[in-house]
Nanobody
Framework: QVQLVESGGGLVQAGGSLRLSCAASGIISSRNVMGWYRRAPGKQRELVASITSGGETLYGDSVKGRFTISRDNAKNTVYLQMNSLKPEDTAVYYC??????????WGQGTQVTVSS
């Protein structure tokens, strides 16, 4: 059974940092590429970063150089270290497998709010 539980969000000032965690039971495996997504108010959900089982990473242009995705397969957990946060990073953040759709199971997400 797939369970996704995101945590670590909060309110932070611009320039601050947060570390998000995602407990991804039933979905994270050595073959799955995992990703962090976000949905800002009034916008569609977008992929922020992804990581392969071998640790290869890709980032969206808006977060490149500021965010770092990592994973611990033994703990079924995916992380997102977010530094130099900007107000435009404000969103609900979710983790899931790469190319997850609205028909896949999603967690409740974790709210990140960056004040200017």
């Amino acid at each position: 059974q797939v369970q996704l539980v995101e945590s670590g969000g909060g309110l932070v000032q611009a320039g601050g940092s947060l570390r998000l965690s995602c407990a991804a039971s039933g979905i994270i495996s050595s073959r799955n590429v995992m990703g962090w997504y976000r949905r800002a108010p009034g916008k569609q959900r977008e992929l922020v970063a992804s990581i392969t089982s071998g640790g290869e990473t890709l980032y969206g242009d808006s977060v490149k150089g500021r965010f770092t995705i990592s994973r611990d397969n033994a703990k079924n957990t995916v992380y997102l270290q977010m530094n130099s946060l900007k107000p435009e990073d404000t969103a609900v953040y979710y983790c899931n497998k790469l190319l997850a759709t609205a028909y896949d199971k999603w967690g409740q997400g974790t709210q990140v709010t960056v004040s200017s």
